[in-house]
T-cell receptor, first 115, second 111 residues
Framework: DAGVIQSPRHEVTEMGQEVTLRCKPI?????LFWYRQTMMRGLELLIY????????DSGMPEDRFSAKMPNASFSTLKIQPSEPRDSAVYFC?????????????FGPGTRLTVT | KNEVEQSPQNLTAQEGEFITINCSYS?????LHWLQQHPGGGIVSLFM???GKKKHGRLIATINIQEKHSSLHITASHPRDSAVYIC?????????????FGKGTHLIIQP
């Protein structure tokens, strides 16, 4: 299994630009999570989906952030417009709720720098 | 919403020492996660446990559900164990929830 795949691995963009981060969960997993990691705040939950439906987006910082999961094998996190304070590592994780396992598998992360 | 406290924040030890990292949380949970992150690296799940004790090689994780407390132990520590160890729990307690995280323990094992 390829594990959780995220792209791009690194993104450098200028303030005001739109940024789209992508995630492919492990095949067969039905839950997908977006997390953000910064030095100041550590790891934070942004949003998560179950069976492609957003369950809780209360961690999304503001309206500039949006996430979609159009099908079971793909999700996007979009920031528009981007700001320097959005610089962070964004992790996607997936898990399966069948069998009540709930172990989460993390992707390698996307390191975002907004200048 | 669950809150997670981890201690110590930083720990430096000599190779071979027995290491203990502690984690406490505020809301009852279905399971607790221990994660490992090497500098500049990804996040790896070490354990997910809901009761008692689990062991993988030199790593041991225990949990006391009544006291809302977990510990991660490393026996015969080695420099390759140097990493950040993070405790995480479902943010509202349910197994399928997103996670809320402790601030992590930065562990350095010196040869």
């Amino acid at each position: 299994d390829a594990g959780v795949i995220q792209s791009p691995r690194h993104e450098v963009t200028e303030m005001g630009q739109e940024v789209t981060l992508r995630c492919k969960p492990i095949s067969g997993h039905n839950s997908l999570f977006w997390y953000r990691q910064t030095m100041m705040r550590g790891l934070e939950l942004l949003i998560y989906f179950n069976n492609n439906v957003p369950i809780d987006d209360s961690g999304m910082p503001e309206d500039r952030f949006s996430a979609k999961m159009p099908n079971a094998s793909f999700s996007t996190l979009k920031i528009q417009p981007s700001e320097p304070r959005d610089s962070a590592v964004y992790f996607c994780a997936s898990s399966s709720t069948s069998g009540y396992s709930y172990e989460q598998y993390f992707g390698p992360g996307t390191r975002l720098t907004v200048t | 919403k669950n809150e997670v406290e981890q201690s110590p924040q930083n720990l430096t030890a000599q190779e071979g020492e027995f290491i203990t990292i502690n984690c406490s949380y505020s809301v009852g949970i279905s399971a607790l996660h221990w994660l490992q992150q090497h500098p500049g690296g990804g996040i790896v799940s070490l354990f997910m446990l809901s009761s008692g004790k689990k062991k993988h090689g030199r790593l041991i994780a225990t949990i006391n559900i009544q006291e809302k407390h977990s510990s991660l132990h490393i026996t015969a520590s080695h420099p390759r164990d140097s990493a950040v160890y993070i405790c995480a729990v479902p943010y509202s307690g349910g197994g399928a929830d997103g996670l809320t995280f402790g601030k992590g323990t930065h562990l350095i094992i010196q040869p």
